[in-house]
Structures are given as C-alpha cells and as structure tokens.
C-alpha cells in the first residue's frame, strides 16, 4: 500500500482466553480479590504452574524467538470504545539473554503468570469498580512478541515507538476528529502508556504542536531520558513491577548510540531557537524535526 516503506510484524505467539481459564480453576477467585497487596496476588499465582500443554508450546517458542521478548496483556476488554481497559493490565519486556533455555522459559512462564495476576491487582480492580464490568468478567490472553529494536551495549530499544488512535476527541484548529492522534517518543513505548513525556500530533497537521508554544517550551516540556531494555541482568528477579527488566537512560547515551540524530535537536540558549545540529552545543531535547 505505500510504495518505498516496509512494514513488518514481530514473530508473535498467543495464549488464548481458554487457558487464562483453565489455570484461574485451580483458585478461589474470591480469595484472590480478597488479597491485599499485589505481591501477594503475584506470589500466589506463581506458585501454581501454567498446563503442562502450554508449558511444551512456550519451550518451542523459547527456542524460536530471539532477543528480548514482550509479554503483554491482550484483554477481551482493552479495546472498548468508550471504557478501554488498555494500560490497565501488565506487560514484561524480558531480555530473554540467559544462557541456559530452562532458566528463560521459566522466567518466561513467571511474566506470563504475572499477566495474570494483574488482572486483580489494586489499580486495575480500582479502574474495573468503576465500569459496569466485573473482575470475574475479565478474559485475558496473553501476546509473547519479538521486541521491536536493536542492540546498543546492554541496552535495547526502538529508535522510535508510540500509540496512535484512529479518533480524536480534542481537536485543534482545522484539525477534524476523524484525522486521529499520535503519541510518539525515543526508545521503548512505557513512556507513552505509563504517562510520561512523549511528542502529541495529529498525523494530518504534524507541525502543529500547541504543547510547544516557544523554543523554551519545548526544553521545559520535551521528553530527556528514554527507557530501554537492560541486558546486563540475564537473572534478574521479576516483580510486580514491569520496570524491573527496563532501565531509564539521559539523551547522551542515546546520541552516543547514533539514535539520536533521528530525533534530537538543540536548544541553542543564546538566542532561545531550536537547531537540528547535533554538533552544537546546548541542551538536547527530542522534537523529530528530521
């Protein structure tokens, strides 16, 4: 469809809602809503293995799938038009770099298992109470991708990642709902979903960017450190907390990588005007004026 572009899709496997059933039998749902904290929910839920069925499956895929794997949520409510429930349950980005194939299809197993257990986690059970939905209405398959990027030293990221909406609700200007919204940032998406600074535009109008009223406003309120996978901790412990395999990083270790030159420009304080010269000095900030 669009000449001189190729669009290619990670090697993807998918767990599907039956067996998020079959393995919530073996649990007193009750039980685990009546948990307090998500440790415990996550503790829990790990100390039962996935079946045996699936467990074979993931093993061949563990073989298959090279570098650093997505494990993500893929809800048969995340997609709702009016109560989205995307972002509500995990992912894991797991660098998938032990050597040893038994140890990466248990961690692989634990990330799945912790999918799971976010499904009553207290913020999503928090975002559930106020829909019409129940915690036990909830289906959840799981989504075992290759990570989209490359390798830089221990880290590893996209040079550019995002979410984009195909309707949006706050137009500006000459801009029609129908034109949609794009939110995109240096390195791993989790900038994005989990709130922090990324660059907003419509595809339709891509210069017109009110957030960045003034030079200084783009310093003030453009994204400065980006995320990225860790590849220094092949046995690393796996939490309740997604960021336990990512890592933050300043834009010097990108420029350092070669990402930058994509992405970045300067703010060149002597006269407050942002340059595409990476080769000047002055503060780095992200704009993908190139």
Not at 158 to 179: F, H, R, T
Request: with cysteine; charged share 20%.
């Amino acid at each position: 469809r669009y000449e001189g572009l190729q669009i290619r899709i990670p090697k993807t496997v998918v767990i599907g809602t039956d067996v998020y059933d079959e393995f919530l039998e073996q649990f007193d749902i009750q039980e685990l809503l009546a948990t307090k904290t998500d440790e415990e929910v996550t503790t829990l839920l790990r100390g039962v293995a996935l079946p045996a069925k699936v467990v074979n499956d993931l093993w061949a895929a563990v073989n298959e799938l090279k570098g650093p794997l997505a494990v993500r949520s893929s809800s048969l409510l995340e997609d709702s038009r009016f109560q989205p429930f995307a972002g509500v349950y995990a992912t894991y980005m797991l660098p998938n770099n032990h050597p040893d194939p038994k140890v990466r299809l248990q961690q692989l197993c634990q990330a799945i298992q912790s999918v799971y257990a976010s499904v009553f986690w207290r913020e999503a059970r928090t975002y559930v109470a106020g829909t019409p939905h129940e915690v036990e209405d909830q289906k959840m398959a799981v989504v075992i991708q290759q990570v989209v990027g490359r390798q830089y030293g221990s880290r590893f990221y996209p040079n550019m990642s995002g979410v984009a909406q195909s309707y949006n609700d706050y137009p500006i200007g000459n801009q029609k709902p129908e034109d949609g919204i794009a939110h995109i940032a240096l390195g791993l998406g989790h900038i994005v979903v989990g709130g922090g600074t990324s660059l907003r535009f419509s595809p339709a109008s891509p210069t017109v960017m009110p957030q960045f009223p003034t030079a200084e406003s783009v310093l003030r309120q453009s994204q400065h450190e980006f995320w990225a996978v860790d590849l220094s901790h092949p046995n690393f412990s796996l939490t309740s907390d997604a960021e336990a395999t990512l890592n933050r990083f300043p834009l010097k270790a990108a420029q350092e990588d070669g990402t930058l030159a994509l992405a970045g420009s300067v703010f060149c304080e002597g006269d407050d005007v942002i340059r595409e010269n990476l080769k000047l000095p002055g503060p780095r900030v992200v704009t993908f004026n190139n």
